[in-house]
């Protein structure tokens, strides 16, 4: 086996790559308004009429603190309003506004474009061939 073919330097390889692509894909989504986080956070909202900030939270795997904080520049930014829980009044309720759509929306166009021209390179049996390795690698790490 190659050095370059060791389990750890394709594993740090990976790393890296990931890393350049999640950087590359940030850098296009927030020229276009939204960080890729921000954009997470409303495509959550999206699927879901409202929802409670503990949810989204958990949902996101983001700390209380955190999305507490992430919400509320979203709140100052018009894109998600809040308002208390019917059921709680203790609970905040988080909404995706209009604005917040058309925003995501484009975030979303943005970070398509940068995927299409990064993985538009490989070639449809390549496509494939990722696609299960990535799965693999998922199950593998899941497993671990």
């Known amino acids: 086996m190659a050095e ?5 330097q394709v594993g740090l390889q ?4 990931a890393y350049r692509v999640r950087k590359v894909l ?13 954009t997470k956070v409303l495509q ?3 699927r879901n009429t409202s929802i409670r900030q503990t949810s989204l939270a958990q949902e996101l ?3 209380q603190r955190s999305i ?14 809040r308002e208390s829980d019917p059921t709680d009044g203790r609970a905040k309720l988080v909404t995706l506004t209009a604005d917040g759509a058309a925003a995501l929306a484009a975030s979303t166009k943005a970070g398509n474009q940068a995927l299409q021209q990064i993985f538009g390179t490989l ?14 690698i998922d199950a593998a790490a899941s497993a671990t």
């Open 4 to 8: 370059h073919s060791r389990p750890e």
């Open 14 to 17: 990976y790393l890296s790559v």
């Open 26 to 38: 940030n850098e296009q989504m927030t020229t276009s308004g939204l960080s890729l986080a921000r």
């Open 44 to 46: 959550v909202l999206e």
């Open 61 to 63: 795997g983001f700390a």
């Open 68 to 81: 507490t904080q992430a919400v509320e520049g979203l709140e100052r930014d018009g894109l998600v309003q």
């Open 123 to 136: 070639d449809r049996k390549q496509l494939a061939q990722l696609d299960k390795l990535l799965t693999a």
